[in-house]
C-alpha cells in the first residue's frame, strides 16, 4: 500500500510564504512524478507545479517566479515553496504522486492541504 499525505498549509497575509509537503510511503519502487494541484470554491483543479525524476518542473502561468517545487528522493518527498502569496492562491492544495509499485504505476492523492491568503 502507498499513501501521500500534505502538510504545512495554513492562514497567510498577503505578500507572506508558505511551504507544503508532500511524503509518500509504502512499497514504493520509484516515484515518476510530484505534483501539485489546487482547488478553489467553485473551481476546477488545476496542476500548479510538477516535478519528474529527472529534476525537470513546470508550473501554471500565475505562480512562475512565485512558487518553487522540490523533491527529495531520498524521503520521497516534495515541496511547494510558496511566495508572495495573493488572495487569488486560496484554494486546497493536493498533492499528486505517479508511483511504481510492484503491482504496476498508478496516480496516488494525498487528502489535501487547505491555503487561505487573506489579512
Known amino acids: 500500500q502507498v499513501q501521500v499525505v500534505e502538510s504545512g498549509g495554513g492562514l497567510v497575509q498577503p505578500g507572506g510564504s508558505l511551504r507544503l509537503s508532500c511524503a509518500a510511503s509504502?512499497?514504493?519502487?520509484?516515484?515518476?512524478?510530484m505534483s501539485w494541484y489546487r482547488q478553489a470554491p467553485g473551481k476546477q483543479r488545476e496542476l500548479v507545479a510538477s516535478?519528474?525524476?529527472?529534476?525537470?518542473?513546470d508550473y501554471v502561468d500565475s505562480v512562475k517566479g512565485r512558487f518553487t517545487i522540490s523533491r527529495d528522493n531520498a524521503k520521497n518527498t516534495a515541496y511547494l515553496q510558496m511566495n508572495s502569496l495573493k488572495p487569488e492562491d486560496t484554494a486546497v492544495y493536493y498533492c499528486?504522486?505517479?508511483?511504481?509499485?510492484?503491482?504496476?504505476?498508478?496516480?496516488?492523492w494525498g487528502q489535501g492541504t487547505q491555503v487561505t491568503v487573506s489579512s
Open positions: 499528486n504522486a505517479r508511483i511504481l509499485t510492484m503491482g504496476g504505476p498508478y496516480a496516488y
Open positions: 509504502g512499497s514504493i519502487l520509484s516515484i515518476y512524478y
Open positions: 516535478m519528474a525524476s529527472d529534476g525537470s518542473t
